[in-house]
């Protein structure tokens, strides 16, 4: 099932939003977000995370590839442009402060490419907050792991991949703990850095 036809049932799961409402508590503890703040949320889907953070800054941008994860996100009420576009392809008219994302990463195959281009989306001083999973088996996705790139990422491959593409002081930390039906615990990470002053 896609996930468009997966769109209006996407927020009734009370693990999802357990997970975006410790994705964004994590995130608030680690930036020191502020109202004039413009942030891309890559890979909003239904605004999960987006609908947290968006009371904390100036405004948000959601990009995701499916038009129906987006029209359920149009439903919040705030400051909110949306976009539906692969991230690599997104070319925004002004860089923005900072960039978040939750369970998007290991979706995407070129995650050195990911990072080279999240710089460049990103004004000097800017961050990324992402959050996916640690090293699992390939058990997580129930519904099998057509589109999954990766299962899951080690600190070292991040910090390695952010440093290599220009960005410093990456910090990797296990923010959350999801236990599923098949009576398996998956970690999360939230995975931040920061684009130099001047590179």
């Given at each position: 099932?896609?996930?468009?036809?997966?769109?209006?049932?996407?927020?009734?799961?009370?693990?999802?939003?357990a997970l975006a409402t410790a994705v964004a508590n994590a995130i608030k503890e680690k930036i020191a977000l502020n109202n004039s703040m413009r942030l891309?949320?890559?890979?909003?889907?239904?605004?999960?995370?987006?609908?947290r953070i968006l009371p904390h800054v100036q405004s948000i941008t959601a990009v995701d590839t499916s038009k129906g994860m987006l029209e359920e996100l149009k439903k919040i009420e705030g400051a909110i442009e949306t976009y539906q576009s692969d991230i690599l392809s997104y070319t925004p008219s002004e860089p923005f402060d900072g960039i978040i994302s939750s369970m998007?990463?290991?979706?995407?195959?070129?995650?050195?490419?990911?990072?080279?281009?999240?710089?460049?989306l990103l004004k000097p001083n800017g961050f990324i907050a992402i959050a996916d999973?640690?090293?699992?088996?390939?058990?997580?996705h129930t519904h099998g792991n057509e589109g999954v790139f990766?299962?899951?990422?080690?600190?070292?491959?991040?910090?390695?991949?952010?440093?290599?593409?220009?960005?410093?002081?990456?910090?990797?930390?296990i923010i959350h703990t999801i236990e599923k039906e098949n009576n398996r615990s998956y970690d999360i990470f939230l995975f931040t850095a920061i684009k130099p002053s001047s590179t």
């Amino acid at each position: 099932m896609s996930f468009d036809q997966r769109a209006k049932t996407w927020d009734a799961s009370m693990r999802r939003q357990a997970l975006a409402t410790a994705v964004a508590n994590a995130i608030k503890e680690k930036i020191a977000l502020n109202n004039s703040m413009r942030l891309l949320d890559m890979g909003a889907g239904t605004g999960l995370l987006t609908r947290r953070i968006l009371p904390h800054v100036q405004s948000i941008t959601a990009v995701d590839t499916s038009k129906g994860m987006l029209e359920e996100l149009k439903k919040i009420e705030g400051a909110i442009e949306t976009y539906q576009s692969d991230i690599l392809s997104y070319t925004p008219s002004e860089p923005f402060d900072g960039i978040i994302s939750s369970m998007t990463l290991h979706h995407i195959e070129d995650t050195n490419g990911l990072f080279k281009h999240l710089l460049k989306l990103l004004k000097p001083n800017g961050f990324i907050a992402i959050a996916d999973l640690a090293p699992e088996d390939g058990t997580f996705h129930t519904h099998g792991n057509e589109g999954v790139f990766h299962f899951g990422f080690e600190e070292s491959t991040l910090k390695r991949l952010a440093e290599t593409n220009g960005f410093i002081n990456s910090d990797y930390q296990i923010i959350h703990t999801i236990e599923k039906e098949n009576n398996r615990s998956y970690d999360i990470f939230l995975f931040t850095a920061i684009k130099p002053s001047s590179t």
